[in-house]
């Protein structure tokens, strides 16, 4: 099983770390698409057969929190595994993403956290992972 994964944050640099981090876990990664922001994760799960969203909160033109709404209530995304990744310090938002189906982790985060939290979320022994 490979995990196809959208990663979703204004920051190219945060962008470019999640990714590098992900592929230092060691978890059976496929494909890895990007956006800038919410409405363009939107068009990106639109385009790209996904299994993972990677999202941060506090993002312009559409936040992290709005992507989960809109994808909740899509038929086609709506089951789909979301881990928010955020300095987010309210435990009242932090909560409410939760009672959305997210997974949080704040930042900064390591390679073991990311692939522990996915494997959780996931569902995925450690006999599921592949080696490059």
Known sequence: MVINVLVVDDSSVMRAMIMKTMRMSGLPLGKIHQAANGQEGLEMLKQHW????????????????????????????????????????????????????????HKPFSPETIRDVVRNTMDIGENDETSD
């Open 50 to 105: 996904v299994d993972l969203v990677i999202v941060d909160i506090n993002m312009p033109v559409m936040n992290g929190e709005e992507m989960i709404d809109a994808m909740r209530e899509h038929p086609e995304m709506k089951d789909i595994s979301v881990v928010v990744i955020s300095t987010e310090g309210s435990d009242t938002r932090i909560e409410r993403l939760q009672h959305k189906g997210a997974v949080f982790i």
